[in-house]
Every structure is written in C-alpha cells, then in structure tokens.
C-alpha cells in the first residue's frame, strides 16, 4: 500500500510539505527546503510509488537514472533536476518547480494558435539538444504530460530517464491509468544514432566527481551490490534494456515492436504526434488497445494536418502538413535524423509565420 505524506508533514528534518501531487506511477511533493535559498527555496521532490521501489535494484536504478538527469545541469527548456535525497531508504529527486503547469492545459485552446506550436516545438528541439549533448540517447517518452510550460510561457522537459526506470512495470502490472503501456522485455542492440555533425556528438554521461552527492550509505552499497539473483545493478539496466515503458498514442512503430532499439528518432516521431495535437486538439491515433495502437502507429497513414491550419495561415498549410508527415514517418530512417534538422525546419515556419 502506497504511503502518501500530507500536507504540513515532513520529508527529513528539511522539506515541509505543502502540496502533493499524485499521478499514474509518481507522487510529487511541493515542499518548502528549509536549507535552500532564493529559487531553491521551493521546489518539488519526486518519487514512484511503492510498487515501483519494491526492492534494493529498483530503488538504485531510480537514483541512477535521477542522477544522469542532473547531470544534464541548467538548461532554460529542461526541469532542472538538482540533487537525489534519500530519505528513509526512499529515493527523492529534488526538481526545478514549474508553476504554470502541462503542455495539455494549452492544447484545444485558443491561445495556442500556430506560431506558439511552433515556438514550442523549436524550444523542445533546444532542451533535446542540449541533453543529447550531454550523452543522452532517447528521452523515450515524449507526450504533453512531460511537456512543462511556464507561467511565462517556457516549455521545459521533464521526466528524463523515468521511462527507463519504469520498465519494471511489467512485473507489476500490464497497463497504467493514465494509458502508459510496458512493453516486452527482449534486450537487442541498439540502433547507431546520427548526428549532424561533429558539433552534435554526445559527451559520455555517467556518475562522476561533479555528481551531487546526497545518498545515505545504503545507496551507495546498492550501487555495487547484487540482486537475489547474483546480477548487479548495472548488469540488471542492461539485462532489462529491452523493456520499456511509453505512451502508447505517442509512441513510434520500433518503440512497440524493438523497444531496445529506439534511439532520437522516436523521439522525433512523439513530437510529431505532440506538434499535430497542438494544432488540430485532438490525436492522431486513438486506439484503446496495445494492439490497435501498434496498428495504427505501423500501418495506419497518420491524417493530414491541412484542413486545420486556420485560414489566417493557410498559406502555410502544406509546409506544415510536410513537418507533420515527415516526424510521423514509418520509417525511422525517414524522418528527420536530427533534431537540429527539425529545429531548422521548424524555425522556418516560425518566420513566415511572423513569428521573432
């Protein structure tokens, strides 16, 4: 049973709780930081619920992959992760707090009309890049949820690394309420990501020197440690690499089918989902099933973004259909390779747009 702390409970003798968030698979506590100053006064701290950290592996694979987010460091388009606190054997990742909520509150609204769907669009291309820089591979779950947009209108991701984590769903159960869906556990090696150029290449992510650290010491002996079954934490990632957990309506034809393969590209194919949602309001592909998804996302022509292009942009419709069509290729080899092809592509639009 899932233990939620209330409002004006504490977290350590550090964080007092003032708001608490509870989702599919995370619970997120507002807290006050006791010892923190100026905009780390108030953040946010993360967890999954009880069955996600049922056992010593899964707790470290949390503040592992926890760690690699904060690696990624301060970016104006990514949650800043700050720090892993580990309370009560229980691992917390501290978080930038955004105030003005999901992507989802904007999308069938009229504030969000074709020029801020593009200049959301080359703002998720920044933070991608930036955390492709840094080493990362695939974010792997890229929907309007892990979409955050400021009070002042900045759209920052969110979620790195979690889907990965969450791979051990499968175990748990085989489909979440807010419509995530694990997939198969086969391992395969991973498709070569392409980058544009030299200047695109990641930099190796791992813990290092520079890591915060701020885990008890148990945390540090699960990082060595092994399982009941003799395999380490680090064998146990690789072990299951096959598996993972995504969105289904946002999710590419390799992530259903070859989930160990997916690299950037997928990512590229969710935001064409995104983008397309953020200009007509509704999805693409609304299967209710694993299996009517898989479908749809492999063999199903995705529709034309076209007739909802406002008359105020139509000019634009066709070019915009193009990017739409492009990320929701079948094809991962079809689609943009880059995501600095996609955020050219998309600054083009923005500018004709009338965007600046």
Known sequence: MNVVRGVGDWIGDRFE????????MS??????????????????????????LGNRVR????????RLWVQLGRHKNIVQAHSVEIFGFRPYVMLELVRGGDLSSWIGTPRLDLPHALRFG??????????????????RDIKPGNLL????????????????????????????????????????????????????????MGLTSTTPSTVDQESLDERSSSSSNGVGVKAARLTHSGARLGTGAYMAPEQFRDPSSVDVRADVYAFGVV??????G??????????????????????????????????????????????????????????VELRAALRELYTRAGGK
């Open 17 to 24: 709780i003032f708001a608490v968030h509870e989702g599919g």
């Open 27 to 52: 619970l997120v506590y507002v807290v006050n930081d006791h010892l923190g100053q100026g905009d780390r006064s108030v953040v946010a701290l993360k967890t999954l619920k009880d069955e996600l």
């Open 59 to 66: 707790r470290s694979r949390f503040a592992t992959e926890c």
């Open 122 to 139: 080359i703002q998720f291309c920044n933070g991608m890049e930036h955390a492709l820089r840094q080493g990362l591979n695939c974010h």
């Open 149 to 204: 947009v400021t009070q002042s209108g900045v759209l920052k991701i969110t979620d790195f690394g979690l889907a990965r984590v969450c791979e051990e769903m499968i175990a748990v159960r085989s489909e979440l309420p807010d419509g995530s869906i694990p997939l198969d556990d086969r391992a395969r090696p991973p498709q070569r990501i392409v980058w544009s150029g030299s200047a695109d290449s990641p930099r190796p």
């Open 275 to 280: 983008l397309y949602e953020m200009l007509s």
């Open 282 to 339: 509704v999805l693409p592909f609304k299967g209710k099933s694993l299996a009517v998804l898989d479908g749809q996302h492999s063999t199903t022509p995705p529709p034309s973004a076209i007739p909802v292009i406002p008359r105020a942009y139509r000019r634009l419709a066709v070019d915009v259909d193009k990017v739409v069509q492009r990320c929701l290729m079948k094809d991962p080899h079809r689609r943009y390779q880059t995501i």
